[in-house]
C-alpha cells in the first residue's frame, strides 16, 4: 500500500498563499485509478474535503474553494502539491492528503498550518 507524507509550512500569514507538498512512496501517483485528495480539519470541526488530482492529471476541486485551490503534481518526484490563495486564519486546520484507490483510502499523518500574522 502505498505511504503519504505531508510537508510544508506549520505557520502562514494572512493574505499569503499556502503551498503543501505530499510525498507518496510504496506506489506511482500516475497509476491507474487512484485519485489523490487534499482534506482539511479545522479545530473543533469535521474533515472537508478540498480537492484532488486524479491518476490522469485531471483536477477537481470543492465549489467552496475552487476559486482559491490548486493541485499540481511533479510525476518525476512522485509528489502532488496544493495551493491555496488568500489564507485567512480561517483556513487554520491540519491538512490531509489522501490516496483513494478502488474504495480504498490510505492517509498521510496529517500537518498543523495556523494563519496568523
Known amino acids: 500500500q502505498v505511504q503519504l507524507q505531508e510537508s510544508g509550512p506549520g505557520l502562514v500569514k494572512p493574505s499569503q498563499t499556502l503551498s503543501l507538498t505530499c510525498s507518496v512512496s510504496?506506489?506511482?501517483?500516475?497509476?491507474?485509478?487512484?485519485?489523490w485528495s487534499w482534506i482539511r480539519q479545522p479545530p473543533g470541526k469535521g474533515l472537508e474535503w478540498m480537492g484532488a488530482i486524479a491518476y490522469s492529471g485531471d483536477t477537481h476541486y470543492s465549489p467552496s474553494l475552487k476559486s482559491r485551490t490548486s493541485i499540481s503534481r511533479d510525476t518525476s518526484k512522485n509528489q502532488f502539491t496544493l495551493h491555496l490563495s488568500s489564507v485567512t486564519p480561517e483556513d487554520t486546520a491540519v491538512y490531509y492528503c489522501?490516496?483513494?484507490?478502488?474504495?480504498?483510502?490510505?492517509w498521510g499523518q496529517g500537518t498543523q498550518v495556523t494563519v496568523s500574522s
Open positions: 510504496g506506489g506511482s501517483i500516475t497509476a491507474n485509478y487512484y485519485y
Open positions: 489522501n490516496a483513494l484507490y478502488l474504495g480504498i483510502e490510505n
